[in-house]
């Protein structure tokens, strides 16, 4: 065979190659980018940044070189640290331990919360009503439809006081692209989940629990409370004057807030028996006075 044919076959092979190429490049089987074999819709998961995972010790560094202000403690402060970072799309939910001077150890920590573009840098600090003290993150929800889940806190709205238990949502704003506090009612950010005694010409005491999953079977969460008030009198606990049960069930309904309030109707019972499956040994659970 001359020299001559064999460039002739193999310019032929290397149109036909050319040729399947084309043809594969639209089916998805021909990739060149460094992406290939991940997950577009990836991008679309919240997932909460793990400093152990080396691809999120990049972002988190990003993150704390950003917040390098934030992090600086002040005249009220001790020290600041990032505590937590959620992730959706380009949005951070970025979470800030702060030490206030003036308090005990034990009461002494208070949170900010941020919206981060990790894109552009840009910072939106999330603003709570209340101060949310010694907070602890609950599971995410999801209250309506929306692209991502919810983040749930619960926190004292202060210390060394008489306190009472808050829960806020941070929900994702697709439209705005960042993160935001959901309102509750229409001026409220917050559930009122729990009570320290309350001190006036009665001592009122409350025993309360809450959850947060689907209370009224439409497919969404919803989030119910349920609180035993034990009135009695200021010089003596064991003189009981009245005890009440009421259960509150907060839901979002066509894009608006709903709250119900139950004492002594059938749904009452529901919500009781809902709230304890998760909580069998509360005191509402295990005695019931309605």
């Known amino acids: 065979m001359l020299a001559s044919d064999f460039c002739e076959i193999a310019v032929a092979m290397t149109k036909t190659l050319l040729r399947i190429a084309v043809l594969c490049v639209p089916m998805g089987f021909v990739c060149f980018s460094s992406g290939c074999g991940k997950n577009p819709a990836a991008k679309d998961e919240f997932r909460w940044l793990d400093i ?95 692209p991502a889940p919810e983040v749930l806190v619960s926190y004292y709205d202060c210390t060394e006081c008489e306190a009472v238990t808050l829960l806020s949502a941070f929900r994702f704003d697709a439209a705005a692209n960042r993160w935001q506090p959901r309102l509750w009612t229409e001026s409220h950010d917050a559930i009122l989940v729990d009570s320290d005694p309350d001190l006036g010409e009665f001592l009122a005491s409350y025993e309360c629990v809450f959850s947060v999953r689907d209370f009224d079977g439409d497919g969404w969460d919803d989030v119910g409370v349920g609180c035993r008030r034990t009135e009695s009198e200021m010089n003596d606990a064991q003189k009981v004057r009245s005890v009440q049960d009421t259960f509150d069930v907060s839901s979002y309904r066509n894009g608006q807030p709903q709250n119900r309030v139950f004492k002594d109707e059938p749904a009452a019972e529901r919500a009781r028996q809902i709230l304890c499956l998760e909580n069998p040994k509360h005191a509402l659970c295990t005695a019931k006075t309605l």
């Open 52 to 146: 152990g995972v080396s691809a999120d010790a990049a972002a988190l560094g990003r993150v704390k070189s950003a917040f390098a202000g934030e992090l600086r403690p002040d005249e009220s402060t001790l020290a600041r640290k990032i505590v937590r970072v959620g992730v959706f799309r380009n949005a951070a939910l970025v979470a800030v331990d702060a030490t206030a001077r003036d308090k005990q150890e034990k009461w002494n920590h208070f949170f900010e919360f941020y919206n981060f573009d990790m894109s552009s840098g840009a910072k939106l600090r999330l603003k709570l009503q209340s101060t949310a003290w010694l907070v602890n993150f609950q599971k995410l929800a999801k209250f309506e439809p929306g």
